[in-house]
């Protein structure tokens, strides 16, 4: 059995990160596997001084409107496929890194993923529920082919009360609205674990996003946005799941898990 960690930050501009050194941790982390979402660049445009750790592997999908959303996965692990996921991310804003690679007896789909958020106006909040819909049934029907599932990154979306410091303040709010919450329950009864639950159960006031008004990462008003999933058949193998809620750079934190195969 051999473990391995995983870990998924939202970095809001890996160029601003950069500049504030906020990366460069990951050289003394051991990550197997680290994804980011909202580089807010194109793959040419990473600096190569965010850490000096070089990984084999680096993904990078980014916005056909430049300068918005994108994602990078650096990984030292083999892939047999890599895409941008088409098919799910259909307005080409650089949502998705699909990266397939084989672990133990596991032939495992890993998605580094910047869900839509729909807080802006109707047509993107209508637009977040249709790319959810899309992913679940592209995990699914991976999962038909036999692959096993992994989701990291920023779902935009509190699951549960526990998942955000003032429920009451944000049920109308997008990122805590009803149809947004009740699609991460069926996205679960499709057969997928939220990891960080799994592992630490309702544990309470541990969140991934806050605002930057009002001083609310120094009072811990914040939001459980972020996430690392599991298909079922992964659930034993995962042996943690956390929060790094002390590293700064970004209105979000990286979250990760070490799983064992």
């Not at 160029?15 to 050194?21: G, I, L, Q, T």
């Not at 445009?45 to 084999?56: D, T």
């Not at 977040?128 to 819909?133: C, I, N, S």
Request: proline content about 3%; glycine content about 6%.
């Amino acid at each position: 059995m051999t473990k391995y960690k995983f870990v998924s930050w939202n970095v809001n501009g890996i160029r601003a990160v950069d500049k504030k050194e906020a990366l460069k941790w990951v050289d003394e982390a051991n990550i197997d596997l680290l994804g980011i979402q909202e580089t807010k660049s194109t793959k040419e445009q990473i600096p190569n001084s965010i850490f000096e750790k070089e990984y084999k592997t680096v993904f990078a999908s980014e916005s056909a409107i430049k300068g918005r959303s994108g994602t990078a996965l650096f990984t030292n692990l083999e892939p047999t496929f890599t895409c941008n996921c088409p098919s799910v991310d259909i307005l080409d804003e650089g949502r998705i890194n699909e990266v397939h690679f084989t672990l133990g007896n596991k032939d495992i789909a890993f998605f580094n993923v910047y869900f839509p958020n729909g807080q802006s106006k109707e047509e993107r909040l209508v637009y977040k529920m249709e790319f959810y819909d899309r992913f679940l049934e592209h995990c699914e029907n991976l999962k038909k082919e036999g692959k096993s599932i992994i989701v990291c990154g920023d779902v935009n979306t509190a699951h549960t009360e526990i998942d955000i410091a003032r429920p009451k303040a944000n049920e109308k709010t997008s990122g805590f609205l009803p149809m947004e919450r009740d699609w991460i329950t069926k996205f679960l009864d499709h057969g997928y674990i939220d990891t960080f639950r799994l592992i630490n159960g309702d544990i309470k006031d541990k969140y991934s996003w806050w605002s930057y008004r009002a001083n609310a990462r120094g009072n811990n008003v914040g939001w459980r946005i972020d996430y690392f999933y599991v298909s079922e058949d992964l659930k034993d193998h995962v042996k943690d799941a956390f929060i790094l809620d002390d590293i700064m750079g970004s209105d979000h934190c990286p979250i990760g898990i070490e799983i064992e195969i």
